[in-house]
């Protein structure tokens, strides 16, 4: 079983600034990583396919990045509404497993 | 557009079953793989069973192995989570998610539309 570990647990930010949340894997997954946001009591929003492919309808303040053990989600510019737990999925071996999720605060 | 609309949640005591269904609309549904996810109080998400296009290949987690069976009506667009003797740590919201592709022989490319999610409560 693939582990996902991401970091921070927690990051605060400013509109404007600029984010970015790690998702480590316990083994090489390729580009196997989706990224997803998540908003109290809503169901996730898809944002990053294959650790770089913005989904659709995302706007480009989202990015990815990454290939084997080591990925990335950077958001620019960040708004108010950006805030939210942010997950990142890999989807290369069974069982699929999830980070255990980033919770961004806007100040 | 598409849409997907879980029910059948609620409570029930350890031990016994609950069937929950996934109504899904605005896409060809025996064209992708389909997912139930889970998500437990205060906790992150955890994958739980996969489908694939024709239902020809199913994978669960291992907590669910040989108690959670999953299906589909193709006249009813609906996918189905059959849940038996189920335990105090299956209680959750459970999400149904349609993946970006067939899942064919289960190779997956993850979800990229998810239901609003049905809760369950396993308590005595």
């Known amino acids: 079983e693939t582990t996902l570990t991401q970091s921070p647990a927690f990051v605060s930010a400013t509109p404007g600034d600029r984010v970015s949340i790690s998702c480590t894997a316990s083994q090489d997954i390729d580009d196997d990583v989706n990224w997803y946001r998540q908003k109290p009591g809503e169901a996730p929003v898809f944002l990053i396919q294959e650790a770089t492919t913005l989904a659709p309808g995302i706007p480009p303040r989202f990015s990815g990045s990454g290939y084997g053990t080591d990925f990335a989600l950077t958001i620019s510019n960040i708004e108010s509404e950006d805030a939210a737990y942010y997950f990142c999925?890999?989807?290369?071996?069974?069982?699929?497993?999830f980070g255990q999720g980033t919770k961004l605060e806007i100040k | 557009q598409v849409q997907l609309v879980e029910s059948g949640g609620g409570v029930v005591q350890p031990g016994r079953s609950l069937r929950l269904s996934c109504a899904a609309s605005?896409?060809?549904?025996?064209?992708?793989?389909m997912h139930w996810v889970r998500q437990a109080p205060g906790k992150g998400l955890e994958w739980v069973a996969m489908?694939?296009?024709?239902?020809?290949?199913?994978y669960y987690v291992d907590s669910v192995k040989g108690r959670f069976t999953m299906s589909r009506d193709i006249s009813k667009t609906t996918l189905y989570l059959q849940m038996n003797n189920l335990r105090a740590e299956d209680s959750a919201v459970y999400y149904c998610?349609?993946?970006?592709?067939?899942?064919?022989?289960?190779?997956?490319?993850?979800?990229?539309?998810w239901g609003q999610g049905t809760t369950v409560t396993v308590s005595s």
């Open positions: 605005g896409f060809s549904f025996t064209t992708y793989g």
């Open positions: 998610a349609k993946d970006t592709s067939r899942c064919n022989s289960g190779t997956c490319y993850g979800m990229d539309v």
């Open positions: 489908f694939s296009f024709n239902g020809g290949t199913t």
């Open positions: 999925l890999q989807h290369d071996n069974n069982p699929f497993t």
